[in-house]
């Protein structure tokens, strides 16, 4: 589980107020599963997630039901992979859980996962007028409301359609690179991005072992001060 790892590094302290701060918590940053590591999941301000490897995992009952909406980066495993249970887990709410994601991402879900033969379609049940997920695509490039923050969806470099994120509000923001080979992608969009935080940059392997790194699409350590 520890070949894929997500790092952050924080640029600056924050001399917001708390009304203007982020509020990110970070439930797994690992790769695989095991007892003591989870798979790829933020949550932010308590109500969004980003990337749901192992939100069932890592939050009660209480605190998945205050999630409105999962915003993914891709429809790989390590980074979808509790989804289903916690929709399971939503199921009957009055207000539906919204996935979030580019075209492609979505596209993947439905095909592969959420199909009737994976797992059950929810956008339909209970029924079609009051389903238990709805879909919303969302344009890279664009920023998107999400509760009270803003997200922007970033293409980068991955073996499937892949994101990373900026996440804003009035006060401060965050970059999330998501998986990715080395590319200036995340620096590019850093040096832009106003009141920068921190970043969350997902790397995988050891620096021994770039070449695998490289032909899984991901980043390894060495690549980070390069």
Not at 175 to 189: I, K
Not at 193 to 202: H, V, Y
Request: glycine share 6%; charged share 20%; aromatic share 8%.
């Amino acid at each position: 589980p520890s070949s894929h790892l997500t790092a952050a590094v924080v640029l600056k302290s924050s001399a917001v107020s708390s009304r203007k701060s982020l509020a990110i918590r970070v439930l797994g940053p690992f790769g695989g599963s095991a007892p003591g590591y989870r798979m790829t999941t933020f949550l932010v301000d308590g109500e969004t997630a980003l990337d749901a490897g192992s939100l069932t995992d890592a939050l009660p009952l209480a605190a998945q039901r205050r999630i409105r909406r999962v915003v993914l980066t891709h429809a790989h495993l390590d980074h979808v992979a509790s989804l289903p249970f916690l929709i399971e887990n939503l199921y009957g709410r009055d207000t539906p859980l919204e996935i979030v994601a580019p075209a492609p991402v979505i596209a993947a879900l439905r095909r592969d996962i959420f199909n009737d033969s994976s797992w059950p379609d929810f956008s339909k049940l209970p029924s079609r007028r009051r389903p238990t997920v709805v879909y919303r695509s969302i344009a890279a490039g664009r920023s998107f409301a999400a509760g009270p923050a803003r997200f922007t969806a970033l293409p980068v470099d991955h073996v499937v359609p892949a994101y990373g994120y900026l996440v804003s509000n009035a006060g401060a923001s965050v970059l999330f690179s998501g998986d990715t080979r080395p590319t200036t992608a995340p620096r590019r969009h850093a040096a832009r991005a106003p009141r920068l935080k921190a970043i969350f940059l997902e790397v995988s392997f050891s620096d021994s072992q770039a070449e695998v790194a490289s032909a899984s699409s991901k980043w390894p350590p060495i690549s980070c001060i390069e």
